[in-house]
Each structure stands twice: as C-alpha cells, then as structure tokens.
C-alpha cells in the first residue's frame, strides 16, 4: 500500500497559489518526500523532492512540516497547463520500490 | 540523450497471444521500473530491477515476465495475454539514491481483445 493519503481532487482558479498537501505519517527519517505529476496522456514527472527543509525550484514549492509526517506542495501561480494529478510519494531507504498512491487531480478553472 | 522510451507505443494484442514491452534508458540507471494504469486509477508497480542480471516482484506481478540482461534495458512479457491486462503501461528508470528523480515513458497503450 502506498503510504501517503492525498485528496482525491482539488479545483483551483487560475493564476491563484494552490497548496495540495500530502500526509506521510509513518515516513522514517531518511525517506525523501518526491512529488510527481501526471498530465492527460503521458507519463508522470518530476516535481520536487525534499528530506526536512523547504525547497524551491522553477516549478513549486515543497513546505515540509516540522515532524515531517505531512507536507505540501506549492503552486505559486496555477495555469491552465497544471492541471494534472499530482502525486506525493516516499522514496524509503529501506525499500527499493517506488509506490503511488491515487494522488491528487487537480482542475483548474480559467 | 532520449532519456526513456518504450516500444511499441501501442498495440492489440487477441486473447492467449504473447508479446513484449521494451524500455530503454541511456541515463545508466540502476533502477528500472514497470508501471501499469488502468483509467482513472494511479500507477501499480509490475516488476522492478536494481540492476543488470536482477529482477524482483512489484505489487501486481503476475502474468508478467521480465528480464534486464543489459543494464540500459528493462523487457516486460506477457506470455499468454488476458484482457484483464488490458492497460498503459509505464516503464521508469532512476539511479540508487533516494534524492534523486525518476524519469518515465511515454507509454505503450496495450488492448487485449
């Protein structure tokens, strides 16, 4: 079972922030938190990933909590092109799989 | 640099016939992955390999063979095709360690009538 509990769906406007969040409360501590996302049609991509301190890169943001047993992920300014499922996923040391969850669709209205 | 990519990107297959899926990454990653999504559902782990010559079950193994003799490829079988495995299937590579990304295929959308 994945071990990360996401909203089914989410609805945004667009060019407004959306913060989808992720709970992870068994993560260990040297599990990597890894967002992904999937548009319509192709394969899923790479986000962001992060350990224990906020990340930032050209697509989002990763505010993780302070136990890190949730976090969430960041989008400054949501287009049209965003809408996706995105996905929070453990990367765990002790385990070699990665596993999705059913992660989060996100509908942007314009 | 092709990053990952799958053959065939689709294909029909007749119940009981064989066929197989080819990844190839040119990234030299260890890790190797196989994905199947059915629609409206998220990604079920198939088979996994950490390296050339090893393969291990995933969440959803059977039916599916698989085999890595060269590290750059991943080949998934199916040996008698069901229509239950009728799916796009995602092939993903990456390397060991855990802070880095994994990259993912665009698909190979297989119909088993």
């Known amino acids: 079972d994945a071990k990360t509990t996401q909203p089914n769906s989410m609805e945004s406007n667009e060019e407004e922030p959306v913060h989808l969040p992720c709970n992870h409360s068994t993560i260990s501590g040297t599990d990597y938190i890894h967002w992904y996302r999937q548009l319509p049609s192709q394969g899923p991509e790479y986000v962001i990933h992060?350990?224990?301190s906020n990340v930032n890169n050209r697509m989002a943001s990763l505010a993780i909590a302070e136990d890190r047993k949730s976090s969430t992920l960041i989008l400054h300014r949501a287009t049209l092109r965003d809408a996706a499922v995105y996905y929070c996923i453990l990367r765990e040391n002790r385990d070699d799989k990665i596993i999705f969850g059913k992660g989060t669709r996100l509908h942007i209205l314009p | 640099n092709a990053g990952v990519t799958q053959t065939p990107k689709f294909r029909v297959l007749k119940t009981g016939q064989s066929m197989t899926l080819l990844c190839a990454q040119d990234?030299?990653?260890?890790?190797m992955y196989w994905y199947r999504q059915d629609p409206g559902m998220g990604l079920r782990l198939i088979h996994y390999s950490v390296g050339e010559g090893t393969t291990a079950k995933g969440e959803v193994p059977d039916g599916y063979n698989v085999s890595r003799l060269k590290k750059q490829n991943f080949l998934l079988g199916l040996e008698s095709a069901a229509p239950s495995q009728t799916s796009v299937y995602f092939c993903?590579?990456?390397?060991?360690?855990?802070?880095?990304?994994?990259?993912f295929g665009q698909g190979t959308r297989l119909t088993v009538v």
């Open positions: 992060g350990l224990t």
């Open positions: 990234m030299n990653h260890e890790y």
């Open positions: 993903a590579s990456s390397y060991l360690q855990r802070n880095t990304e994994a990259f």
